[in-house]
């Protein structure tokens, strides 16, 4: 039975956005393509239907969470973004969170094109929060500065036990010296 475009890109977003979390949550290698697409409800056969190889899905998927840490901190002051960043919620929601956070260390050893959609969702996150430092000098360079305090705070945070006391102290350190460095500028 054949199904209809519709049916088919539905099926396809679905299993960019479940394989966008697994990623987060797992890593790339610790997601297979059965277990990806049993979670997605459809068979393991259909999987090369909608992608050429699984580098693909992870270029894709990792393209969404991107697009989905974007919009989840769109029209919040900077402030408000790396109080939401930087946070024991972000730390503990692998799979919810920023793909920067959570994947950045295997995307390093990707092929160059797949590393190429990582970059690029990197750059927009430097650019919104540049955007949001807009009349702060040097906002780019603050913008990278900060996102990525931000990014290791978060990495390293994860690497601790989750009942160690140096989670916390971890981001609350570094919460707060990004909220210093935002209002030096400001002076």
Same mark, same amino acid.
């Given at each position: 039975?054949?199904?209809?475009?519709?049916?088919? #890109?539905?099926?396809?977003?679905?299993?960019?956005?479940? *394989?966008?979390?697994?990623?987060?949550?797992?890593? %790339?290698?610790?997601?297979?393509?059965?277990?990806?697409?049993?979670?997605?409800?459809?068979?393991?056969?259909? %999987?090369?239907?909608? %992608? *050429?190889?699984?580098?693909?899905?992870?270029?894709?998927?990792?393209?969404?969470? %991107?697009?989905?840490?974007?919009?989840?901190?769109?029209?919040?002051?900077?402030?408000?973004?790396?109080?939401?960043?930087?946070?024991?919620?972000?730390?503990?929601?692998?799979?919810?969170?920023?793909?920067?956070?959570?994947?950045?260390?295997?995307?390093?050893?990707?092929?160059?094109?797949?590393?190429?959609?990582?970059?690029?969702?990197?750059?927009?996150?430097?650019?919104?929060?540049?955007?949001?430092?807009?009349?702060?000098?040097?906002?780019?360079?603050?913008?990278?500065?900060?996102?990525? #305090?931000?990014?290791? *705070?978060?990495?390293?945070?994860?690497?601790?036990?989750?009942?160690?006391?140096?989670?916390?102290?971890?981001?609350?350190?570094?919460?707060?010296?990004?909220?210093?460095?935002?209002?030096? #500028?400001? #002076?």
């Amino acid at each position: 039975m054949r199904i209809t475009k519709e049916k088919k #890109q539905a099926n396809h977003d679905r299993i960019v956005d479940v *394989a966008s979390e697994m990623f987060r949550d797992r890593g %790339f290698d610790g997601v297979g393509v059965a277990d990806l697409m049993e979670k997605a409800g459809l068979t393991h056969g259909g %999987f090369y239907n909608h %992608f *050429a190889s699984k580098e693909a899905l992870i270029a894709e998927a990792s393209a969404k969470g %991107f697009a989905q840490t974007s919009e989840r901190y769109a029209g919040y002051a900077v402030g408000d973004v790396i109080d939401a960043y930087i946070s024991r919620v972000h730390r503990d929601t692998r799979g919810q969170g920023c793909p920067a956070a959570a994947l950045s260390g295997e995307a390093a050893r990707l092929p160059e094109d797949t590393r190429a959609v990582f970059g690029e969702g990197i750059a927009g996150l430097v650019a919104a929060l540049e955007g949001s430092l807009a009349g702060h000098p040097n906002a780019r360079a603050q913008a990278i500065s900060l996102l990525a #305090q931000a990014v290791g *705070a978060v990495v390293l945070s994860r690497a601790c036990p989750d009942s160690s006391a140096l989670v916390d102290e971890i981001l609350d350190t570094c919460r707060a010296d990004c909220h210093s460095t935002l209002e030096r #500028q400001v #002076q």
